[in-house]
Structure formats: structure tokens, C-alpha cells
């Protein structure tokens, strides 16, 4: 009985000790990748950094007189080919973040 216990306590902290590890060597990956190349490593890619031109032509169809509104841009730029990657056109809030709002 007591040495079941003192075996489960011991694989406890080489657990723990290995999840420390993990997680160590994992941020310095992260840290060494984000020094050498300058850009973000983590999270989803914006649509600025996955499409440039999708983005560009949202900001160009916004700033047309008479105002659009963000669905008549997502309808635009639906026409112009830049739909999601299921072929739908982008939504209204989609629209607003590659915008900025």
C-alpha cells in the first residue's frame, strides 16, 4: 500500500516535471521563431496577411462616395471573385474587420 503511493507520487512530479519541460522548450521555440523573423506566431493569420488584395480592394470599395455599406462591399467583392473558402461572400462582420472596425 505504501509503495503504490510512493510510485504515484513519484510518476506525479516526473509528470509535472515533463509538462514544465514542454512547455519551456515550447515558448523558446516561439521566442527563437518571433527574434528571426519579426512577425507574429501565434494565432489565426489576419486577412491583411492571408490576402492582401482582398483587403486593399475592401478599403478602396469603403471609401467610394456614395458611401457603401458593408454589405454592399461584401456583395463587390464577392463579384470580383473574393469569396470565403466555401464560396460564400463574406459577411458584414467579416467585411468590418478587414476594415478595422
Keep these: 500500500m505504501w509503495s503504490t503511493l510512493l ?3 513519484i510518476l506525479g512530479a516526473v ?8 512547455v519551456a522548450k515550447l515558448r523558446g521555440a516561439r521566442d527563437r521563431k518571433r527574434r528571426k523573423t519579426g512577425l ?11 490576402n492582401p488584395k482582398l483587403v486593399e480592394l475592401a478599403h478602396q ?3 467610394q462616395r456614395p458611401r457603401l455599406s458593408l454589405r ?8 470580383e471573385g473574393f469569396t470565403t473558402p466555401r464560396g ?11 476594415l478595422g472596425r
Design 72 to 79: 454592399e462591399i461584401s456583395a463587390a467583392l464577392a463579384s
Design 15 to 22: 509528470a509535472q516535471f515533463d509538462k514544465v519541460m514542454t
Design 88 to 98: 460564400l461572400p463574406y459577411s458584414a462582420s467579416a467585411v468590418a474587420s478587414m
Design 7 to 9: 510510485i504515484r507520487q
Design 61 to 63: 470599395l469603403s471609401e
Design 40 to 50: 507574429k506566431v501565434e494565432g489565426r493569420k489576419t486577412y491583411a496577411e492571408a
